[in-house]
């Protein structure tokens, strides 16, 4: 048997290619234990500085817009900017350079330092030099390359790869810093401050500043009419990079090329609030090279003559934008708020959700176009939440990128038997029957579930029994350590079924409106009580609901990357709405994975028609129904739901559901709760980390896990001042996690306002 690897013995190195499956749960473990409360911490205050200065721009989503017009129009006409940009540079005295491949990029840099007989190269940082893999090639060349960046510099030292793109070292802790710089420069120093660390590091910089014969810089951007330049930064650096040595070498990917230096306002005002919140970052650089102003010179030394060459990468982004779906990925800022609220990068950071290169959400398909589709694997972390989506000042929809990838990864894989029979089995669309036994499994919970709903009883005591855990988490990779909720005796339709049977009033008070009730398959095999808990609570309003069949909805299979099947799903499921659709009748969902399923996903997997239809009618999330209604007709709701007869008690701790709060339908249950008199305290975390399936997958649990403790500990500072709350939660996913990590009840708040009715 294989010794277990202690985590904290990796290198992030070791790990950073995540072809290897191994790789990925291996760096999963190392960050867990060694860098997660860098991570957090980071990337935590980066999310909230990000949402107060984007809540201060008022024209934040003109903004957004305009931003992604201007790169969808430069990367439609790429070739045209492309000549453009070279007869700038090369008019105002500069030399261009587009580089096919990586090496062709290292090949010409190494020439043009080799006939300058540079030594020592100072450099800003670049993730583009990363993928190319610069420094290993100058350094063969004998060609000293010093970083200039602090968190670079870090790096260097370390011998480790960026684990985020705008701060590249902020997994390390300071305390983790100074250990290394101590160990590495063996200084009795003290370094026990961050002003001591970065004195020090400037110290070490600022020679190297002196003495460099060449500085090597990235681009945020490049203007084709004029050959500008635009970079942002906080630290000076890559000012004195392409200022002090008369060599000055940018490089940058070809999708950074827009028409005109008139485009760069829009970024500056984008990027910097999108990635750290700052409304400026310390240096804004708008450049026109080769400078007009001599180079330095060290004392004694005379100036030389100012160079500049403009080197473009393309390394597969020709190809992407010739890729229906990863040409999306070309128009990414790299500002990073991707990263920053999303809640599984927050926990373990770019070397477990990232590769060698490119990290995050957006990083899987930076990976595969630069390099290859199975480096993407870590796109897996990616749990389709959503909460990107919302926050890329490009409007990049992340989840869809990586769900492409997953479904390209699934192709990959060898087929067999036993997955063809599987398919066929549980519905698998014939394109996606080579796609791992685990994957299909969770894809089509709605026949495992609906088997298990003929009888329950039997169905809750085998899965159980140790050894049918131990099966399901070999055969289908289920974690046996994950609670399973147990399956309730009758489902949402036989309980809707039996009211009408049982012909107990139901009927509206006054048929005010005309609800269809969508029953999603997580509510009818999993929660039934809920359902008819959150129909009740819409005809105390007086709204006339009904409830439509139950139907798988795709959400699950668009999450394992088996698109076919989503799409069939989907299809079939338009076709049973859409006569109510054509009513103009409002659906009410009440799973909020399945309603973003309604309002943006179905997008990908519905014909433009059918989308349309989708597109223009009102999908709501039960409380937003009612409190739309209670608005309308002037309702008290405190008159009918009375938090003080709640036996739940008054106090609540209400975790919204991260795609709810991505369909801005979150903010009207905390209204309708509070208006009702309950008292409630609301979680700030973006996701749960449970996700639908992730959390159940034997890969994932402890990241699952890890992810959920942000959670959990948000409600113990909650009670730690006047008790215990009722928890109170929107999504099935959601109360899955906080039941496993937490121990306790956890109900839905039409349940709690239902208990208020006695
Ligand atoms: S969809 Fe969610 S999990 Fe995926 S990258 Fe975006 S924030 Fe992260
Ligand atoms: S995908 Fe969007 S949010 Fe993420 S780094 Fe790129 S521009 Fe920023």
């Not at 190392?30 to 860098?35: D, I, K, R, W």
């Not at 350094?139 to 790869?161: C, K, N, P, S, W």
């Not at 926990?347 to 589709?373: D, N, P, R």
């Not at 992730?694 to 890890?706: C, D, W």
Request: proline share 5%.
């Amino acid at each position: 048997m294989a010794t277990p690897v202690n985590p904290a013995d990796i290198n992030p190195r070791q790990v950073a290619n995540k072809s290897d499956k191994k790789a990925l749960l291996d760096a999963i473990r190392m960050t867990l234990s060694v860098q997660s409360p860098a991570v957090r911490r980071n990337t935590q205050t980066f999310n909230r500085n990000r949402y107060a200065a984007t809540a201060l721009l008022p024209d934040y989503n003109e903004l957004k817009d305009r931003a992604r017009q201007i790169k969808e129009d430069a990367i439609a006409n790429l070739p045209r900017l492309l000549e453009q940009l070279e007869a700038s540079v090369r008019a105002n005295g500069g030399h261009f350079y587009l580089a096919k491949t990586a090496a062709d990029a290292d090949q010409y840099i190494r020439d043009v330092l080799l006939r300058h007989e540079a030594k020592l190269v100072v450099k800003g940082k670049s993730i583009t030099s990363e993928e190319i893999k610069l420094n290993h090639a100058l350094e063969a060349a004998g060609i000293t390359v010093a970083e200039t960046d602090l968190a670079e510099f870090i790096l260097q030292v370390a011998d480790e790869q960026p684990s985020h793109i705008i701060a590249p070292a902020l997994h390390y802790s300071r305390e983790r810093i100074t250990a290394l710089f101590k160990r590495k420069f063996n200084t009795d120093l003290p370094l026990d401050t961050g002003e001591e660390l970065t004195v020090f590091a400037r110290e070490k910089l600022r020679q190297q500043f002196i003495a460099a014969d060449a500085g090597i810089s990235g681009a945020n951007l490049i203007a084709a009419d004029s050959g500008s330049l635009m970079l942002v930064e906080s630290e000076g650096n890559i000012r004195m990079t392409m200022t002090l040595p008369p060599l000055h070498i940018a490089l940058a990917g070809i999708e950074k090329v827009v028409p005109s230096r008139t485009d760069f306002g829009t970024f500056i005002e984008l990027l910097p609030r999108s990635g750290t919140g700052q409304p400026l970052t310390s240096y804004v650089s708008i450049l026109h090279p080769p400078l007009k102003a001599p180079s330095f010179a060290a004392p004694g030394k005379a100036a030389k003559p100012r160079e500049f060459h403009l080197v473009l990468i393309d390394n597969g982004r020709s190809r992407m934008r010739e890729d229906p779906i990863l040409h999306e990925a070309l128009y990414c800022i790299r500002c990073s708020a991707c990263m920053n609220c999303c809640a599984n990068f927050e926990t373990v950071g770019g070397h477990a959700f990232g590769g060698e290169t490119y990290s995050g959400g957006i990083g899987g398909s930076w990976e595969a176009g630069t390099g290859t589709l199975m480096n993407a694997r870590f796109s897996e972390l990616c749990t389709g939440c959503s909460r990107c989506v919302t926050q890329c000042p490009v409007r990049i929809d992340i989840p869809w990128l990586n769900e492409n990838l997953r479904q390209r990864m699934n192709v990959e894989q060898p087929s067999s038997a036993a997955k063809s029979a599987f398919g066929a089995m549980t519905g698998s669309a014939s394109e996606d029957r080579v796609a791992p036994l685990q994957k299909q499994f969770f894809a089509n919970y709605h026949v495992m579930a609906g088997e298990a709903a003929r009888f329950p009883a039997m169905a809750n005591a085998v899965t159980r029994l140790p050894l049918v855990r131990g099966l399901m988490e070999s055969v289908v990779g289920l974690d046996r350590r994950r609670k399973l909720p147990p399956f309730p005796p009758k489902t949402w339709e036989q309980l809707y079924r039996d009211e009408h049977a049982d012909n107990r009033p139901r009927a509206a008070k006054s048929a005010s409106a005309d609800v269809l009730m969508f029953a999603d398959v997580f509510t009818n095999y999993g929660s039934p009580e809920r359902g008819m808990a959150a129909m009740r609570v819409l005809r105390e309003v007086g709204i006339n609901v009904e409830l439509s069949p139950s139907s798988p909805d795709g959400r699950a299979a668009i999450s394992q990357g088996m698109i076919a099947t989503a799409r069939r799903q989907a299809s079939a499921l338009a076709q049973l709405l859409l006569p109510h659709l054509e009513k103009g009748r409002v659906i009410c969902v009440l799973e909020p994975s399945v309603l973003a399923m309604f309002r943006s996903d179905y997008e990908h997997l519905l014909d433009a028609g059918t989308w349309e239809k989708f597109a223009r009618a009102s999908f709501m999330e039960p409380l937003q129904a009612l409190l739309s209604i209670a608005k309308e007709h002037g309702t008290d709701l405190s008159q009918i739901f009375r938090a003080s007869k709640s036996p739940h008690g008054t106090r609540v701790f209400y975790h919204s559901h991260c795609q709810q709060r991505s369909c801005d339908a979150a903010w009207q249950t905390i209204e309708v709760l509070r208006s009702c008199g309950f008292d409630v305290v609301t979680s700030s975390v973006e996701c749960c980390g449970m996700a639908g399936s992730f959390g159940y997958k034997r890969e994932y649990y402890e990241l699952s896990l890890a992810v959920g403790e942000d959670l959990f500990a948000q409600v113990r500072v909650a009670e730690q001042e006047g008790g215990p709350r009722t928890l109170v939660a929107s999504g099935t996913s959601c109360h899955e996690q906080l039941w496993a990590g937490m121990g306790r009840e956890v109900i839905h708040p039409v349940e709690l306002l239902v208990s208020t009715l006695g």
